[in-house]
């Protein structure tokens, strides 16, 4: 039996490729799923979220430039770290989700699949969701996709690491830039998963994970003029959603609407896609 105290833990956000604490010094407390003290993490503000827009938005021009084929071989990286860290995910995802340690395991497992399937389809999109279009003319006509731009990700409440798996990798393939929104009650997976990230190739900026209440600090990005897409899979209230949508029109967000399926999928990709079609003159 050992006398030494715990170390009791306060998480920070991750803007940037950094993790300061929230600009508002505010932090709440995280439970486990039988009311057991786990950690203290920042709770973030407004002006978190603008920097947290800020950075995405910086660091989109360098993610979105790079070939599909290394931003493929970057998401792999991350479900190889994750990978390593499977022990400390399975205690976090139990303890937060109330699962057995065969449940967790499974969940920790389909979380690392996850990332590898969309990590697969990186450097296979344009072929699939691109086209060469027949025209009636001399022209070449080619139709190919771009990504959005500045994702903001509301992640599932209840499934703290694989819903977050689910809504992440889908967005950062194609070379958008994302904030996400962990779950508020759960958020200990998605620090963790921030560690990860920023020691799996990503580059700061691409990836920007906030703790906080979605009904607080959403609104505020979802009107956000800089930002080009509102993922809200995991906001549960109907009210809350429905005044982020609202918000969202003022620049014509894309908008993904709650309820929509988290599986693996294409159609978890192209809603966060532009397509450029190009005419060019045949035999010049």
């Known amino acids: 039996m050992s006398d030494r105290l715990d170390v009791r833990k306060t998480y920070k956000l991750f803007i940037g490729g950094a993790f300061p604490r929230s600009e508002s010094g505010r932090t709440y ?14 709770k973030a503000s407004r002006k978190d979220g603008r920097d947290a827009v800020s950075a995405a938005r910086k660091a989109f021009g360098g993610w979105s430039k790079r070939t599909p084929y290394n931003r493929g071989q970057i998401l792999y990286r991350v479900a190889e770290v994750l990978e390593g860290r499977r022990d400390q995910l399975v205690a976090e995802v139990r303890a937060a989700e109330g699962v057995s340690e065969k449940q967790a395991h499974t969940i920790v497992d389909t979380a690392v699949d996850t990332w590898v399937w969309y990590a697969g389809w990186a450097d296979k999109l344009s072929q699939v969701t691109g086209n060469a279009n027949q025209v009636n003319g001399p022209f070449f006509n080619l139709t190919s996709p771009e990504p959005t731009g500045v994702v903001v990700i509301a992640a599932p409440q209840q499934s703290s690491l694989l819903g977050l798996a689910e809504v992440l990798a889908p967005v950062l393939l194609s070379g958008n830039t994302a904030v996400v929104i962990s779950s508020f009650e759960r958020p200990l997976p998605a620090i963790t998963l921030s560690e990860i990230l920023s020691t799996s190739d990503v580059p700061g900026g691409v990836v920007n994970i906030l703790t906080g209440d979605i009904a607080e600090i959403g609104p505020w990005l979802a009107a956000h003029l800089d ?58």
């Open 29 to 42: 407390e995280v439970t486990s799923s039988d009311g057991r003290f786990l950690a203290n993490a920042s």
């Open 227 to 284: 930002v080009n897409a509102l993922d809200l899979t995991g906001v549960d209230d109907a009210e809350v959603a429905r005044d982020l949508e609202a918000e969202a029109a003022i620049n014509l967000k894309r908008v993904l609407r709650p309820g929509t399926p988290t599986e693996q999928s294409l159609a978890r990709i192209t809603p966060f896609l532009e397509h450029k079609t190009v005419w060019h003159p045949i035999g010049v």
